[in-house]
């Protein structure tokens, strides 16, 4: 792990005193180690020291996938770091680089960290080798603290795979940044698939919960098929109106809903599409949601200017209070 960086001159190093292989023995089969380092939704869940959280976390393990994750520590001091992967062979083995960034977005160090997965019966021996490529001046003071990290992020990604790694992470309802264009966010909600699906279909049901804390919805049109369209107003707790246009493009009942978003009369010139997908998991339904915006810095616009993140987290938390009133026998009808 990457702590706080400073710029300054790079010194490129044939070795180094901070290189370090660190091993570790998961009571885990390979497959689930490997789909724990594999996927940004789990990622965001164990990386980092004991701790600390990641609201940006973009993984995208193939050659030349980019990296970008922005540590936050328990005292609000956010981390970046940003790099590339090298090589990916499933399920045994994946490389790549990152470089710990100062404030200016200019890395201070860079490590090669080569990953590899060995089954030991229905365990994984994880081996992981981290070598230090190029440093500055001050990189010393933040590499002193890069083995302890490691080993608190092993420590947490050990909790994660004990706890049950789909249950765990998605049951979060933690939305992130993801990849270079998309806002994504899994959750497990307690109720079955049909229930689920009509919470997102349905006018009656969906201004009780649709829209972060604060918000209200109206709904002007909502023709759910294939060409159908969405028209609604949220209303922000200063008052703002905020009016969408929404086309639907896919309506699978009830497996998965694309719809996109397209700029009204006076909107802010952001489009983007939107895929939900509803898995069954016994009496319990996991919600996939997936914004994809046509460029990165437009998803980060609404990100920043809008509060896209967050809001996505609230509007699933909002959704799954209100089915639980529903379960409760309250707000059946709307």
Not at 40 to 66: A, D, L, M, Y
Not at 302 to 318: H, I, P
């Amino acid at each position: 792990m990457a702590a706080n960086p400073h710029a300054n001159t790079h010194t490129a190093m044939e070795s180094s005193e901070w290189d370090l292989v660190i091993t570790r023995v998961f009571n885990a089969p390979r497959s689930l180690v490997w789909k724990a380092w594999n996927d940004p939704v789990h990622i965001e869940q164990w990386w980092g020291p004991k701790g600390f959280t990641n609201p940006r976390c973009e993984w995208n393990p193939r050659p030349k996938g980019s990296i970008r994750i922005d540590m936050r520590g328990p005292d609000g001091t956010v981390y970046p770091m940003n790099g590339v992967f090298d090589e990916i062979v499933e399920p045994a083995r994946m490389v790549f680089r990152t470089a710990a960034l100062d404030e200016n977005g200019k890395p201070m160090f860079e490590v090669l960290n080569t990953a590899e997965f060995a089954e030991q019966g229905e365990k994984t021996k994880l081996t992981l080798q981290l070598r230090v490529l190029t440093t500055t001046a001050r990189a010393p003071q933040h590499l002193k603290g890069m083995e302890m990290g490691w080993n608190q992020s092993l420590d947490r990604l050990t909790d994660f795979l004990s706890d049950g790694l789909a249950d765990n992470s998605a049951s979060s309802g933690v939305a992130m940044l993801v990849g270079d264009r998309e806002i994504a966010c899994v959750r497990i909600v307690d109720a079955n698939r049909d229930l689920v699906w009509q919470m997102f279909t349905d006018p009656a049901h969906l201004p009780h919960w649709w829209g972060p804390r604060g918000f209200t919805t109206t709904i002007q049109e909502m023709d759910v098929k294939p060409g159908g369209t969405w028209r609604l107003v949220m209303q922000g707790p200063d008052g703002r109106n905020y009016p969408n246009k929404i086309t639907y493009r896919e309506v699978v009942k009830p497996e998965r809903l694309v719809f996109e978003h397209t700029p009204g009369h006076g909107d802010e010139p952001v489009s983007h599409q939107t895929m939900i997908v509803f898995t069954a998991q016994g009496d319990k339904t996991r919600i996939d949601f997936r914004m994809t915006f046509k460029t990165t810095e437009q998803r980060d616009y609404v990100a920043k200017n809008y509060g896209a993140v967050e809001g996505l987290t609230q509007t699933l938390s909002r959704l799954a209070e209100h089915m639980e009133k529903i379960s409760e026998g309250e707000g059946e009808s709307a």
